[in-house]
């Protein structure tokens, strides 16, 4: 059977393991401020936003629309912002971004790099107004936050792709 | 590159209304978001029991990487110091010999001091140490400034009292759960302390920035000129934190506010040393003001 040129046809064209992955693999991006490091200003990308977004462009139909909810539950408990924050914010992104899905049809990366841009601005930028005073002196170093973050994203979009696997294996 | 696979249902009525109603669960998640965010902004310590209990689940992991953190970060130091010991050695015994006088004045020094106050029958409150713990992590993603201390209501600490290390001030407890608790470290935008100049005891606020700077700023008076170098230590007013901490030293001459830096790095630090509230009693009203939400 592997000899065959035919081998995997007609097989579903996705792989299985992202399901139970995906989730996995973003509270552990969540968890990313566990890094021993005690940061005086915020300095550490939002890792569990960026995986989401990945896993959400890289595979449309694979997280529910009300996955954000639950996985912003969990990003709340230890990133130090109000609880309900990345609830609210990570669901409103991902469902603009299921909108905008539905207006552009023919895509490539860089639109996808450009909606990813656009949640993380809008989740840390959101996340900054309800979290500090609005008289903290944060603007410059959530400004450098917000660009460091989309610079990465490409990285994390190839990581979520080897995540996948090779589509087709079962 | 092809249009991405959407959620499009096709035909199927039933593919459709689960679709909807997957919208409808992501609306109101997204309301029940809100619901919190609200709650937590009017009532901050209603999730610390939630927040807490997590913590208790992912610190033993945080101080298993910091444990190696710091291991590794000692190789260099370790190899070094294998080499150099000798010449170390012989400049210590120098300083022990060259400090002797100095010590034995500040012996005197000291005996006179307490002498004095019995003789004056002052009163000292002293704010006993309640455990020594490690910093282990930190809300590094997040515009709010919190570290999580390796120690809990198990080892005899409270929400309100204060943090501190050899170096100065760290902050204060906001949040314990039974092995772990959240500092509010005074590098926070919504931390305030009140210090005073130590050359001449002008009293002064030290409220966090949030960049990692302190912003110092006058209490009372006006036209206060603030010195590059000028040091500042903690005042005792308020209650929570003793008096004669190191907090902050100016970073360049201003009038009225200026920046400071922090004496403590909670990065560098090696042991947080938890004490009791200057007056407990203070601490219990004040904590739940700055309590994360």
């Known amino acids: 059977m592997s000899g065959s040129p035919y081998a995997g046809l007609g097989k579903v064209d996705i792989s299985t393991r992202a399901r139970w992955l995906a989730p996995l693999s973003i509270i552990i991006g969540s968890l990313t401020v566990l890094v021993p490091f005690k940061a005086s200003f915020p300095i550490l990308p939002p890792l569990g936003l960026m995986m989401l977004l990945a896993w959400r462009l890289h595979r449309p139909d694979l997280l529910k629309p009300w996955a954000p909810v639950l996985l912003g539950f969990a990003d709340d408990l230890v990133s130090g912002q109000p609880m309900g924050s990345s609830m609210l914010f990570w669901t409103v992104s991902f469902i603009a971004i299921d909108v905008l899905d539905t207006r552009i049809v023919w895509r490539d990366f860089l639109q996808d790099w450009l909606l990813a841009a656009g949640a993380i601005s809008l989740c840390l930028i959101g996340g900054r107004l309800v979290a500090a005073p609005l008289g903290a002196h944060v603007d410059t170093v959530l400004l450098v936050q917000v660009l460091v973050s989309i610079a990465l994203f490409p990285v994390l979009s190839r990581l979520v792709a080897r995540l996948d696997g090779k589509r087709g294996v079962q | ?293």
């Open chain 2, 1 to 293: 590159m092809a249009p991405p696979r959407n959620r499009r249902p096709g035909f199927s009525r039933r593919a459709q209304y689960g679709l909807f109603i997957s919208y409808v669960i992501a609306a109101g998640g997204a309301l029940v978001g809100v619901v919190l965010l609200l709650l937590s902004t009017f009532h901050p310590p209603a999730f610390a029991a939630v927040r807490g209990t997590f913590s208790e689940l992912v610190t033993p992991v945080a101080s298993g990487l910091d444990w190696t953190r710091r291991g590794l970060s000692g190789i260099p130091a370790g190899i070094g110091s294998y080499f150099g010991v000798r010449s170390e050695n012989a400049a210590l015994r120098a300083e022990v010999e060259a400090n002797r006088k100095l010590v034995e004045e500040a012996r005197i020094a000291a005996y006179d001091n307490k002498r004095l106050r019995a003789l004056l029958k002052l009163r000292d409150r002293i704010a006993a140490p309640v455990v020594t713990a490690r910093l282990v992590y930190s809300t590094g993603s997040s515009t709010r400034r919190f570290a999580t201390l390796n120690a809990g209501s198990w080892q005899g600490v409270r929400a309100g009292q204060p943090v501190s290390s050899a170096d100065g001030l760290i902050g204060r407890l906001v949040e314990v759960s039974p092995n772990t608790a959240r500092v509010l470290l005074i590098l926070d935008p919504e931390s305030v302390v009140p210090v005073r100049r130590v050359r001449d005891g002008l009293p002064a606020i030290a409220a966090g920035r949030g960049d990692g700077l302190i912003e110092i700023r006058s209490a009372g008076a006006a036209q206060i000129l603030f010195d590059q170098g000028d040091a500042f230590v903690t005042s005792g007013t308020g209650g929570i934190f003793p008096p004669n901490i190191p907090v902050a030293r100016v970073r360049a001459r201003a009038r009225d506010t200026a920046e400071g830096v922090i004496f403590a790095s909670p990065d560098t630090l090696d042991y947080a040393v938890v004490q009791q509230a200057y007056f407990p009693e203070a601490g219990a009203v004040r904590a739940p003001e700055a309590a994360p939400r």
